[in-house]
């Protein structure tokens, strides 16, 4: 929230946006998810799980964070530089 300001400078000109969602804080999303949503800005929802955290299904995180059908959910592991790209 700190960095809220910039969010309209930032996304000018960006022809997308990750969303990095933990699985921890869930919640922690919609702020994200309702400024993409707002402007317009096409987005992906990357879901890190890591050792010692709570897995989901992608179909699950979707339903919690009331994601969109055309938008993509992914599992990834933002240690594992295969598992990002």
């Given at each position: 929230?700190?960095?809220?300001?910039?969010?309209?400078?930032?996304?000018?000109?960006?022809?997308?946006?990750?969303?990095?969602?933990?699985?921890?804080?869930?919640?922690?999303?919609?702020?994200?998810?309702?400024?993409?949503?707002?402007?317009?800005?096409?987005y992906?929802?990357?879901?890190?799980?890591?050792?010692?955290?709570?897995?989901?299904?992608?179909?699950?995180?979707?339903?919690?964070?009331?994601?969109?059908?055309?938008?993509?959910?992914m599992?990834?592991?933002?240690?594992?530089?295969?598992?990002?790209?």
């Amino acid at each position: 929230q700190r960095f809220w300001f910039m969010w309209d400078d930032i996304v000018r000109g960006a022809v997308g946006a990750v969303v990095l969602a933990d699985t921890r804080r869930l919640g922690d999303c919609f702020p994200a998810l309702d400024y993409f949503e707002s402007c317009g800005l096409p987005y992906v929802v990357a879901v890190n799980h890591f050792d010692g955290s709570e897995r989901f299904e992608p179909g699950d995180v979707r339903e919690a964070l009331t994601i969109p059908a055309h938008v993509p959910v992914m599992i990834m592991d933002a240690r594992r530089r295969i598992s990002v790209v």
